[in-house]
T-cell receptor, first 110, second 118 residues
Framework: GQQLNQSPQSMFIQEGEDVSMNCTSSSIFNTWLWYKQDPGEGPVLLIALYKAGELTSNGRLTAQFGITRKDSFLNISASIPSDVGIYFCAGQISSNQFYFGTGTSLTVIP | GAVVSQHPSRVICKSGTSVKIECRSLDFQATTMFWYRQFPKKSLMLMATSNEGSKATYEQGVEKDKFLINHASLTLSTLTVTSAHPEDSSFYIC??????????????FGPGTRLTVL
């Protein structure tokens, strides 16, 4: 399958700080999605991006679909303790070609 | 929003037994369901894709006789781990999609099933 590399692999930040993570691939994707997974739960969709250059916000979260269609980033502003979890990017080429990134583990220190 | 449930949430079984995991779409009809496997601190790996009424398509390296998938209705898919062994212990997650309806084909994920094989 396709390889989607996320960085950083893990982050430890103070509450109130902003967070930035990104996802890169050698392949072109038609859709980029960002999910959050809490321990022992399934992923929950945060933001979906459908065209190159698109910048979309969902509350304190902002994500962008890279111009080259090979990357995407997610920013979280003013982090709070409940932001803790693993964040996954996912890229979709077609309806049945859907791949997850390697994940970024976020720890927020109160 | 769309809800996907999985049952059981946890299962512990002896080596050699078979385990069935159910995935249900509760408020929409799922034309396609996906089964993923996740190891601790790792990403989700797609195992197979199943369309209602047809055979599942397995990813490379996934044994179809080991992981039996049945998608008999538009709201239910099952994954059966046959003759389970300790190396099959993992977190199994399903997702469901209604390509022609809700949210234009977005995947909705279940809460996962933790399988432990002793």
């Amino acid at each position: 399958g396709q390889q989607l590399n996320q960085s950083p692999q893990s982050m430890f930040i103070q509450e109130g700080e902003d967070v930035s993570m990104n996802c890169t691939s050698s392949s072109i994707f038609n859709t980029w999605l960002w999910y959050k997974q809490d321990p022992g739960e399934g992923p929950v969709l945060l933001i979906a991006l459908y065209k190159a250059g698109e910048l979309t916000s969902n509350g304190r979260l902002t994500a962008q679909f890279g111009i080259t269609r090979k990357d995407s980033f997610l920013n979280i502003s003013a982090s709070i303790p409940s932001d803790v979890g693993i964040y996954f990017c996912a890229g979709q080429i077609s309806s049945n070609q859907f791949y997850f990134g390697t994940g970024t583990s976020l720890t927020v220190i109160p | 929003g769309a809800v996907v449930s999985q049952h059981p949430s946890r299962v512990i079984c002896k080596s050699g037994t078979s385990v069935k995991i159910e995935c249900r779409s509760l408020d929409f009809q799922a034309t396609t369901m996906f089964w993923y496997r996740q190891f601790p601190k790792k990403s989700l790996m797609l195992m197979a894709t199943s369309n209602e009424g047809s055979k599942a398509t397995y990813e490379q390296g996934v044994e179809k006789d080991k992981f039996l998938i049945n998608h008999a209705s538009l709201t239910l898919s099952t994954l059966t781990v046959t003759s389970a062994h300790p190396e099959d212990s993992s977190f199994y997650i399903c997702s469901a999609r209604d390509l022609w309806g809700l949210a234009g084909g977005e995947q909705f994920f279940g809460p996962g099933t933790r399988l432990t094989v002793l």
